[in-house]
């Protein structure tokens, strides 16, 4: 028989063990809980339309992530969408002209954000906004655009822009 | 042919009297539950056998499980080019299903065994006979302590469980095959809802209600002898597993 001590200890370490399990469970595997977080910058950008954009989603450059989506809100005076991006410190000379896309991981897989990089020499600033920013492109727009054949004639203002990679 | 009908009622009649008598043995308890809270000691000490003692085999366990989900999710998911689904795939399943059915599974074999056969070893051996004798509520003395610390200890096992299987499965997904860390978790938050969770820690209260009593029960009234205390364990064991995944059934019909 183990001495009373070593049983009290034991218990109390496992029972610490289990409550920190829920804990983390409560907290950090859903939506309502608070991320750990680390020495950063914030970006905002204004998109159009987000498409399938969640908080959490990465932000890369050239394909490295850099950084998350920290929160998405609707802007009721633009009519945008306001997302403010949490990038890591390490990538602080990011040029302030550089835009801002949402991209899609695979054909059905997550939505990201994309900065491509612009040509100025002075880099963005803590919590500046993104001038240029591309919506993500939906892909129900460009199909009912194709099946009504009105994506060439009307190349108007609620076209989705393409990815920037076709505009270069 | 009529012997054989008559065989399977008979049988069929000693399944009613078990069911019958596990219900008056469940009812007893409950009846001594409030007053066997008001000692603490023995609870504690047996929070310690089931829960503190089965954490070694839980974690690892939880640890390939989780490693496996991994693997299998991430081989299914490239197929439709989604493996950023990964964490919410491998989260839900566990939540729901895996975390309460396999610690439950776990439980019955680790804790729920060693359980019945210390009983049926103190009724083998007339520890239980001598405690009557004195005058001492052996169901307040030692089965109850051994059910409640079966109860306390399973949710417990079960959160624990699902965390460390995570972690394999994060192991596995991100570290070997690449897939985005911060996607493995966003797309797991962004799926995620309490109401999970809860099932999962409901599921295995329930379970841990049932695996604890079944094997207290086998080894309180285990047959008194070397043969009999076996049989009490492979029993509880095995009506463990089967209640176990007949209550999921209804736990999940009834939640989802």
Redesign the interface.
């Known amino acids: 028989m183990r001495s009373t001590r070593t049983i009290d200890i034991s218990t109390g370490l496992f029972v610490l063990l289990g409550f920190a399990a829920i804990l983390f469970m409560v907290t950090q595997i859903t939506n309502r809980g608070y991320s750990l977080k680390s020495d950063s910058y914030r970006l905002t950008a204004s998109f159009e339309n987000i498409g399938g954009l969640k908080t959490g989603a990465p932000v890369s450059m050239a394909g490295v992530t850099i950084g998350r989506v920290e929160d998405i809100q609707y802007d009721m005076q633009l009519y945008k969408a306001i997302v403010t991006m949490r990038i890591s410190d390490k990538y602080r000379a990011i040029p302030n002209d550089s835009d801002a896309s949402i991209y899609t991981a695979g054909l059905l897989g997550g939505q990201y954000i994309g900065l491509t990089p612009g040509g100025s020499d002075v880099p963005y600033k803590d919590g500046e906004q993104v001038i240029m920013a591309n919506d993500a492109i939906v892909l129900e727009n460009l199909i009912s655009k194709y099946l009504f054949n009105s994506a060439a004639t009307k190349p108007g203002e609620s076209t989705p822009a393409p990815a920037p990679a076709a505009q270069e | 042919m009529i012997t054989i009908l008559r065989e399977f009622v008979q049988s069929f009649l000693t399944f009613l009297e078990r069911v019958g008598l596990l219900v008056r043995f469940a009812l007893r308890l409950a009846a001594i539950l409030p007053t066997g809270m008001l000692r603490p000691r023995p609870i504690?000490?047996q929070?310690?056998n089931t829960?503190?003692m089965s954490?070694v085999i839980i974690m690892t366990c939880g640890l390939f499980i989780g490693m496996v989900l991994g693997l299998q999710g991430y081989d299914l998911l490239t197929r439709?080019?989604?493996?950023?689904?990964l964490g919410t795939a491998t989260?839900i399943s566990l939540?729901r299903e895996l975390g309460p059915v396999v610690t439950a599974l776990l439980f019955a074999g680790r804790a729920g065994t060693a359980l019945a056969a210390e009983l049926g070893l103190m009724r083998a051996t007339d520890q239980i006979a001598a405690m009557e004798i004195m005058a001492v509520d052996p169901m307040r003395r030692v089965v109850l302590p051994r059910f409640l610390g079966g109860v306390i200890?399973m949710?417990?096992?079960v959160?624990?469980f699902?965390?460390v299987a995570?972690f394999g499965a994060q192991l596995v997904g991100v570290e070997f095959f690449g897939v985005?860390s911060?996607?493995y978790?966003?797309?797991?938050?962004?799926a995620?809802?309490?109401s999970d969770?809860r099932e999962g820690?409901v599921k295995g209260l329930v379970f841990g209600v049932a695996c604890s009593l079944i094997a207290v029960y086998e080894g309180y009234n285990a047959v008194p002898t070397a043969e009999g205390v076996g049989r009490a364990t492979t029993r509880t064991v095995v009506i463990s597993a089967v209640v176990t995944l007949i209550l999921d059934y209804i736990l999940t019909a009834l939640m989802l």
């Open positions: 504690i000490e929070v310690y829960g503190a954490l439709f080019g989604s493996e950023e689904y989260a939540l200890a949710p417990l096992l959160s624990i699902i965390v995570l985005d911060g996607s978790w966003s797309q797991m938050r962004s995620v809802e309490l969770i820690l």
